[in-house]
């Protein structure tokens, strides 16, 4: 009788964990971000903030394709923005309510405005981008979270940007 019971308790136990969410081929997600950016280039470093979006679209449990753009604004001995698309894959290590992942992608950015010595110029370069994050999931289909990314031009400047972000989910059937 005890052995049924413990039994019973075990399997009750077992019913009651979390199930994970499988991520699923085709499955679609669209982010949008709000953060803190800065960039560095020889004898400047302004601060500001990034407007990003990103769109996923999975091949696999744990891997989608990836397209980022977004845009920034910055400020230090004057007004300067920067304006980004990437294309990567992004890899979710596990898929509960707390959800971390990484991604890289590789594209291009745009940077105007006052650069430092009063001078305004618009430069467009490569860029190659790393960054992590972590989502936690209110729902199948809405997910809430925060990211870093670091972002370089393969030369003298590097961007660092930090925030939230919001995502919606769908296409998982």
Do not use: C
């Not at 800065?38 to 744990?62: C, I, K, W």
């Not at 990567?88 to 950015?109: E, H, M, Q, R, S």
């Not at 209110?138 to 925060?146: D, F, Q």
């Not at 961007?159 to 989910?169: D, E, H, Y």
């Amino acid at each position: 009788m005890r052995t049924g019971m413990a039994i019973f308790l075990t399997a009750a136990a077992l019913a009651a964990l979390p199930a994970p969410v499988q991520a699923a081929d085709g499955e679609r997600a669209l982010s949008l971000g709000l953060g803190y950016a800065t960039y560095t280039q020889p004898g400047y470093n302004p601060h500001g903030a990034v407007l990003g979006m990103d769109f996923e679209r999975g091949f696999s449990d744990a891997l989608s394709w990836r397209v980022s753009g977004g845009a920034g604004a910055y400020y230090r001995d004057g007004l300067s923005f920067s304006g980004h698309l990437t294309i990567g894959l992004t890899y979710l290590f596990d898929v509960l309510k707390y959800v971390p992942y990484a991604n890289v992608g590789i594209g291009g950015i745009v940077i105007g405005g006052d650069s430092g010595g009063g001078e305004s110029d618009i430069d467009v370069s490569p860029l190659a981008e790393i960054g992590v994050g972590l989502d936690i999931l209110r729902s199948r289909t809405a997910s809430y979270g925060v990211y870093i990314r670091f972002e370089t031009l393969l030369q003298e400047t590097s961007f660092l940007t930090a925030g939230v972000r919001s995502t919606w989910r769908w296409g998982f059937f």
